[in-house]
């Protein structure tokens, strides 16, 4: 007897680690679906993957949308065992506080956690299982959840906020039959290093502020030059989902003694003086 194909949504499935996602998992036999933010980027990823794969142009902030992707997915699964639902859609802003806009909170917290919530609870009746393999939500965090820095204020506030929702999601949907893990990489080879150099490259508006970001942004240069390998955080996502005893969560450093030591366990008096020597501060 053929066995039944089992899918997959993989949120922000047209780039970066969602793309890199997107190939690992079609090349192990399953079936995707994933997010992509526009027409161009759906044609792109079409062409790159000829089988296994219905990307859905969408913006996963609007309810509208997730409930169309959801019926789109229940519609074109029926005849697949729906397995996960993977979190990885993203963005970020960097930059001293007083320079962030109440456009750009808004923005960082309704893709980095408030979607994560929203897509969630659509997905819940095709994640919903009694069988013994239990189901799967997988969302990406960041070391940003357990230690914030300067000048990385509102995407760390946007996932310690991931992290709370998660740790809520793990106590109630395990009794539908579903597991929650998260992911928290340190700094990873990924498109949206560009991203994040460019924020943190802009001039502050506080001139105090001038030659710490000049010093920011060289730690940050050095840091991804030596960043955490993509695929290394794709194996991590393909384990959290295939293993029977899936950990809750999945730390993945790029500077162990930097966010699991000084920023977690020394004490603030200490920090303090780290930065006012490292970045003038």
Not at 143 to 163: D, N, V
Not at 260 to 273: D, G
Request: aromatic share 10%; net charge positive.
């Amino acid at each position: 007897m053929m066995q039944q194909k089992q899918a997959i949504f993989i949120t922000g499935a047209g780039s970066g680690i969602g793309l890199a996602c997107t190939q690992r998992f079609i090349d192990e036999g399953y079936f995707v679906f994933g997010s992509v933010v526009n027409v161009q980027e759906q044609q792109r990823v079409n062409s790159q993957f000829h089988h296994d794969f219905m990307p859905i142009v969408m913006d996963i902030t609007q309810e509208q949308d997730i409930q169309k992707a959801f019926d789109f997915v229940t519609t074109h699964a029926s005849n697949m065992k729906f397995r996960a639902l993977i979190n990885i859609a993203g963005v970020i802003y960097n930059g001293p506080l007083m320079d962030v806009t109440k456009q750009q909170f808004e923005h960082i917290l309704a893709v980095n956690t408030i979607a994560v919530h929203m897509m969630t609870k659509a997905f819940l009746p095709l994640l919903e299982t009694h069988d013994k393999v239990r189901n799967k939500v997988i969302n990406i965090s960041s070391q940003s959840g357990l230690r914030t820095l300067p000048f990385t204020g509102i995407y760390s506030a946007s996932k310690f906020a991931l992290e709370a929702l998660s740790n809520a999601m793990r106590y109630e949907y395990s009794v539908l039959g579903i597991d929650t893990c998260l992911i928290e990489p340190g700094q990873i080879q990924t498109p949206m290093a560009k991203k994040i150099l460019e924020n943190v490259q802009a001039t502050p508006s506080h001139p105090r502020y001038i030659e710490p970001m000049r010093l920011f942004s060289k730690r940050t240069q050095n840091s991804f030059s030596t960043g955490i390998p993509m695929q290394k955080i794709v194996n991590t996502i393909y384990t959290a989902l295939t293993s029977e005893n899936a950990k809750y969560r999945y730390e993945i450093h790029s500077d162990f003694i930097r966010d699991a030591i000084i920023f977690r366990k020394m004490p603030i008096k200490l920090q303090k003086i780290l930065l006012k020597n490292s970045l003038k501060l």
